[in-house]
């Protein structure tokens, strides 16, 4: 922030304040009246100054006045009931599958089709086609947290249509949207998946290694995708691929000749039944790449797609520490060690208070990327550092969580080992899902 | 509705405390860090400013004089006296920590006095600048073991002991002590009296020389037969032994997000010119690579602004629940938790970034890790926070986690 005209004034008022002289001639207590008195003024003037222009502003648009923008944590109503019920969901129906579907690393059978209940795409598609039409970055934020609160790979298997639904409203042309979003409208479950991650280590997502030429019948796409969810059942991707020296998402149906999917179970996010994608020359249609002949204002960004997808990422790291949390509570206040509960000792304790401190911090860093990015502000600086203090603090309470377990924490006996791989992802993954 | 930045009517304030940091205080800033002791003149101007301003701010403005907790109000969302004073006093704090700690009328007893001062006693020590004094020499964070004693003589109460580490002790006109009325009905007979500057028996015995915060006097007062009328005992003098302590633990609950606040405030000002001074030399942390794609120095660099956004959303979110009346003493614990390891944390690396540059003295990076330790002590350690917090989550009484 520059100086501006105030800044100057102090800066002379100090100088003047040290000269030696003035405290010599006692000049000091009246010209302090003086500024007192000088700055009340220029204050109140300044501000009534900013009020005028709001007052001229409000009447130029002739608008109901705009609810003041002030600070605010408080949810709606509307996403106070959508939190609450999501959450029961997540206790009553995801929690007890996610033991064995991590064993077995098998989609739990009738989970998608279950959870079409929560109407989660609906929410994003257009009044016209069907849904809400209300595309909002920051319920979804909500949705995921409490989600993966139940579990964490089965979040992310229930979010993947979801977040196929949210990408194409909100970047698909009318054909688009039109030929695709009816079909997740549909009694049945619709799946979908987004493959963006490739198998390879450092792993960049501005330098994809999938790629799509332009032929006559429209596109060509190759590549290999990783992490990709719902063990080949989806019937619709969103891939990402370099075209034309740029990153761009390709709307690729399953059944395209030369697609593969093959199972690659991984260390975590068994339950979501991770495999590989590979693309061997795909043909697709012309109306195949996202956005295509959209306008300027509307046209596809990957940046914000990655980043929508991180802070995904992130609120299902938050949602599983806090299920990591909600556990360790009662866990260490009924483990007796020495005559009392170890809770009693601050080793122990310590480490609570720090996982309620670091789960508050990537709240609150979600929450202002998720917001500015639903009032269409530019978010990406918010969105990378709260992708940087996920990672970081959410994979420290997978440890952690093992650790005040104990030889217990080590076994299949509680959640916490799962929580402890499961949470590794979040240093690995980009795309897969999209607020 | 979520919204997390600034609101657009604290923005002139912010931006005024922002103008004084650079054009005030960072002038400043070097001079009194190495005179010690001496008075910074250039504050009393500033206070007689800073008073206009804040008189001519339609809601009162902003100081530790003015905090108190916001009636709860669901209707609507205020964002009131607390968060003002956070976001201002980080500006400041960006500037220099001692002289923000060093501005008359704004010490930790205007905070006190503001939260449980009646009428009365509010239009005798409202615009007085006072002192806290707690801690004794046997006695820091264990606030309840506190052995000055306030013995009731008629309508006088006599004080007589030894407290240390007393902010503005020396330069503040009225100090708020913390006595026991009587030893034996333990942290209940608490309370807090206010002795002004001048009272016969009063006696500032010592200045501490200090790591940093040098700009800020740091006083030792002894108290022998020291006679303080009745009417300057803050709040009840019931002693309760039920609610007791509870009243005069509350000031925390306004003051804790301000001391994370001036602890932001430092760490900006470190990742600020660390940053600055890396561009010079060609490394530019402009978030286009992932910190795992990037070098260990831009690395760094993302980490700290993490955890200081994070430090200060928590710090905004803490006040912004005392402006609204909701019970905030764990979000202000976490707030000061997490805003005073990682001020000290951040300016400590920067030092580290930077070698001899942040080392020696040309810069005032070194200053600011020097300042920023003692926001991770005073106002309750860290330790103490964190034995807050565990307590509240775990539903443990002071005897069970200790």
Known sequence: MPTDIQGLGLGLASRFAANPLVRKYGLAKPAEKIAYAATKKGFQLVQKGMAKKNQNKQKDIKALPAPAALFDLSLTEEQQMIRDSVKSYAENNIRPLALAADENATLPESLLEDAQELGLNYFAIPENLGGAGQLSPMTSALVAEDLAWGDFSLAYAILSSSSVVNTISRWGNEQQ?????????????????????????????????????????????????????????????????????????????????????????????????????????????????????????????????IDSSHLNWCAMAIGCSQAALDYLIPYVNERYAFGEPISHRQSVAFMIANMKIEIESMRLLLWKAASRFERGEDFHRDAFLAHHLCMDKSMEIGTNAVQLLGGHGFTKEHPAERWYRDLRVLAIISGGLQL | MINLEVPKKLRVLVNQARQTADNVFRPISRKYDKAEHDYPIELDMFAAIMDGMNDALEDGGAGSGKLRQGTKDSSQIQNGINMTTVLGLAELCRGDVGLSLTMPRQGLGNAAIAAVANDEQL??????????????????????????????????????????FVTSGERADAVVVWATVDKNLGKAAIKSFVVEKGTPGMEVTRLEKKLGIKASDTASISFNDCRVPRANLLGSEEVNVDKGFAGVMQTF????????????????????????????????????????????????????????????????????????????????????????????????????????????????????????????????????????????????SSNELK
């Open chain 1, 177 to 305: 949207q039109a030929s695709w979003l009816p079909k997740f409208c549909e009694e049945h479950a619709y799946n979908a998946a987004i493959a963006v991650q490739e198998p390879q280590p450092l792993f960049n997502t501005e330098l994809l290694s999938t790629k799509a030429k332009q032929n006559k019948k429209g596109f060509t796409i190759s590549g290999t995708k990783s992490l990709v969810p719902l063990a080949g059942n989806a019937q619709l991707y969103l891939v990402a691929a370099q075209f034309k020296g740029k990153n761009q998402v390709f709307i690729v149906p399953a059944d395209s000749k030369g697609l593969i999917f093959e199972s690659s179970p991984a260390m975590g996010l068994r339950g979501a039944e991770v495999g590989t994608l590979k693309l061997d020359k795909v043909q697709l249609d012309k109306h195949a790449l996202l956005g295509i002949n959209q306008p300027q204002h509307k046209a596809f960004n990957y940046q914000t797609f």
């Open chain 2, 123 to 164: 239009s005798r020590f409202g615009n007085k600048w006072a002192a806290m004094a707690i801690t004794e020499p046997g006695c820091g964070s264990d606030s309840a073991a506190v052995r000055t004693s306030a013995i009731k003589d008629g309508d006088d109460y006599i004080i007589n002991g030894e407290k240390i």
């Open chain 2, 253 to 396: 609950d306004n003051t804790r997000p301000v001391v994370a606040a001036m602890a932001i405030g430092v760490a900006t000002a470190s990742v600020e010119r660390t940053k600055e001074l890396l561009k010079k030399q060609g490394i530019d942390a402009n978030y286009k690579r992932p910190a795992k794609l990037s070098s260990q120095l831009e690395a760094e660099v993302y980490q700290m602004e993490a955890e200081l956004e994070a430090a200060r959303l928590l710090t905004i979110k803490a006040a912004w629940m005392a402006d609204n009346g909701q019970p905030n003493s764990m979000e202000a614990s976490i707030s000061k938790a997490k805003a005073g390891r990682t001020a000290n944390d951040i300016t400590l690396k920067c030092v580290e970034l930077l070698g001899t540059v942040g080392y020696c003295e040309d810069e005032l990076l070194e200053k600011w890790a020097r300042d920023s330790k003692i926001l991770d002590i005073f106002e309750g350690t860290q330790q103490i926070q964190q034995l807050i917090i565990a307590r509240r989550l775990l539903g443990k």
